[in-house]
């Protein structure tokens, strides 16, 4: 009777003009309510009924009411959009299309859908991975939400979904590059290759390695002093700025590294045969040759050069590392050729590893995790491999190369590729040293941390505290690494300069810094330029790759560790973030991220506090966890759906007995 009243509705409009509104970002629950994020510490919740307008991460505006004496939030306006372009599954109603978004947050929505113009609505099948794009939005005036199927991904029971889903979440190409019949050397007429075929350069690479792009020689000299060699693959003989492969490589960025498979930047029968640095076989190659002095100084002789070369031994880490640390139990032994050489390199790298533990910053030793999988996809076991000596002299040789190309491309003045760190964030060097420095003993000020050498200072500090904690307080105060045309220097490694161009194979970045250095060696105008716009490219490229290989990893552990929690197997983790929430860790064991909420810590909101600010978990105001500290853990909870960990503490904390239980 009342509801086409246009008195009534026009009251209801004065009313909702009168309340306050707020601008914020939707927070979804699996619960059906949600929560509109104004800040960091204010947020307003929001009833099951207006959840059904709007999607987890839309930024809106809403008119705060109050409803059963409670605040709560109701979007009215769509300020952005959080989800257009989603990965999901397939849910049939009643013959109808569907999509469930496949995202912890968004599970609970079940979408109305349609095929794509060009796509068969007949051939989706129940659980099938597809490509979804929402069309209609509520708070846009449409009557409920309504999703466009774009493409299918693959179907429900495919064991190779993780690769697949993961690499169609982040928009990443699933297949290498298609090669070419007829691959032909292109270089400019005026380039001479030196033949260094008879210098007896190696490889150092993993078993499996197919694309070696790096192959090494050292020879220690009377003085103490070492004469090194570094050839690269060159790709970019083969490849030139307006080939089409070229704009594939710049469009891919980099090879993408997924556990248990990679997709190469080029193609196949280029990055694994014709420039790869094959043992016995001639190759292309840019070289670096430069002197370092017995204590690690690189020299100012750096010369680049081109050259024709050939590996005369592909060597394996493992069974370099078995003979440099123990020899007399080692299984392989070099030839005689050989064995001066990988000699001489091992000392140049303790020498160089030195040299950078005094003057720049070397990161701590961190195992870094593998998945071992069957022929049919599923995880045989997870490898927690920690760098050996043989990785750690190839480290070096790479370090000191990608050195002496930052200082030749920035001396001839050349708009190259680099790698660049700026420290801390400008406003947060007060907050850091009041965290290391309160009482002004330390020899570090605002003034001394804001330099290179004052920030290398206090990392290699850092490295030498008992506990990770203040490392892991301060590492949030720094700035992101950044990739771009001007030569800055690189705060996180401590050094001055640092372009790569060591990995041309699957890094666009190195490609360019190849060219520009063939350039400086011809003495010519480079022909490619490193315009801004490449370093933007490049990082989000980086971005993608990371996520991509986070979010498969993430699905592997969970499939892996699905009945852990039923087997109470304990765990050791690592705490590397708190929240308000609780704590996420690190297991040492297998490299799986779990979380750990305050309620499975201590199931009493009273006397538990975990603050995000100082990294530290307290009851009753008293510190019982922080950040870097490690503790045994037992697996509590592991969705494979949503692909999330939920642990808790092998030692729970007893909550305080009540009044009454204590007066009886």
């Given amino acids: 009777m009342f509801q086409d009243n246009p008195l009534l509705a026009q009251l209801k409009q004065q009313i909702q003009e009168t309340l306050p509104k707020k601008e914020g970002t939707i927070k979804a629950t699996e619960k059906g309510f949600g929560f509109l994020e104004v800040d960091s510490k204010t947020s ?15 930024k809106v505006m809403a008119i705060i009411r109050t409803e059963k004496e409670k605040e709560v939030a109701e979007p009215e306006e769509l300020l952005e959009q959080g989800v257009t372009r989603f990965i999901g599954r397939v849910k049939l109603f009643k013959g109808r299309l569907n999509v469930v978004p496949d995202h912890p947050q968004l599970k609970k929505l079940q979408l109305k859908a349609k095929a794509k113009k060009g796509l068969d609505a007949k051939s989706f099948n129940e659980g099938d991975w597809v490509v979804g794009q929402v069309i209609r939005h509520p708070l846009k005036g449409d009557d409920g939400f309504f999703v466009e199927i774009t493409s299918k991904i693959t179907d429900a029971d495919d064991k190779i979904a993780p690769w697949w889903v993961t690499l169609a979440q982040n928009d990443l190409p699933n297949s290498e590059p ?9 270089d400019d007429a005026d380039l001479t290759r030196v033949d260094m075929t008879d210098v007896p350069f190696v490889t150092i690479d993993g078993e499996s390695t197919k694309d070696m792009d790096d192959a090494l020689y050292a020879k220690k000299l009377e003085s103490g002093e070492f004469e090194l060699t570094i050839a690269i ?8 700025p307006e080939d089409e492969m070229d704009q594939v490589a710049r469009e891919r960025g980099f090879t993408i590294y997924l556990p248990g498979r990679n997709i190469p930047m080029l193609p196949r029968d280029l990055a694994d045969d014709l420039c790869s640095l094959k043992e016995d076989e001639v190759r292309p190659a840019l070289c670096c040759k430069v002197t370092v002095a017995a204590d690690g100084t690189i020299g100012e002789n750096i010369e680049f050069f081109a050259a024709t070369m050939k590996s005369h031994a592909r060597l394996a880490y493992d069974k370099v ?31 160089r590893a030195t040299w950078r533990e005094t003057n720049a910053v070397v990161f701590p030793d961190r195992p870094d995790y593998r998945f071992e999988l069957s022929e049919d996809n599923d995880v045989v076991a997870i ?19 990608n050195i002496c190309a930052g200082r030749i491309l920035k001396s001839s003045e050349s708009l190259g590729v680099y790698n660049t760190h700026a420290g801390f964030k400008t406003e947060k060097i007060k907050d850091v040293i009041e965290l290391v420095n309160p009482e002004g003993e330390l020899p570090f000020t605002q003034e001394s941390i804001a330099t290179l050498e004052g920030f290398a200072e206090l990392r290699r500090w850092l490295g030498h505290q008992e506990t990770s904690y203040l490392d892991n307080r301060i590492r949030k105060y720094q700035t992101y690494s950044e990739m771009g045309n001007e030569a800055l220097p690189h705060y996180a490694m401590g050094l001055d300069i640092y372009a790569t161009w060591t990995s041309p194979i699957r890094k666009y970045g190195d490609m360019i810094n190849h060219r520009l250095l063939k350039s400086h060696i011809l003495g010519k105008e480079s022909v490619q330029v490193a315009d801004e716009a490449v370093g933007e490219e490049l990082a989000l490229h980086r971005k993608h790759h990371k996520i991509a290989e986070r979010n498969v990893g993430d699905w592997l552990y969970a499939r892996t560790l699905a009945e852990e929690p039923s087997k109470g197997t304990i765990f050791n983790g690592e705490i590397f973030d708190i929240n308000r929430a609780g704590m996420r860790v690190r297991l040492i064991e297998n490299g799986a991220a779990a979380f750990i909420p305050g309620s499975l810590i201590l199931d009493n909101k009273e006397r538990i506090e975990c603050n995000s600010d100082l990294g530290t978990v307290s009851i009753d105001k008293e510190m019982v966890y922080q950040l870097g500290d490690t503790l045994e853990i037992i697996l509590s909870d592991v969705n494979v759906d949503t692909r999330s960990i939920v642990a808790k503490p092998k030692e729970v904390f007893a909550d305080k007995p009540s009044e009454k239980t204590t007066a009886e």
């Fill in 44 to 58: 307003f919740f929001i009833p099951p009924p207006y959840m059904k307008k709007c999607m987890h991460g839309d």
């Fill in 321 to 351: 590392s078995d003979w440099l640390e123990t020899p007399e139990t080692a299984e392989w032994e070099p030839t005689e050729a050989i064995a001066p050489i990988v000699k001489d390199l091992y000392d140049f790298s303790r020498a």
């Fill in 383 to 401: 490898h927690a491999d920690m760098r050996r000596t043989a990785n750690r002299l190839v480290e070096e040789a790479m370090i000191t190369a």
């Fill in 233 to 240: 693959a060159d790709p970019t003989a083969y490849i030139s």
């Fill in 178 to 186: 298609a090669g070419i019949d007829n691959w032909q050397i292109n």
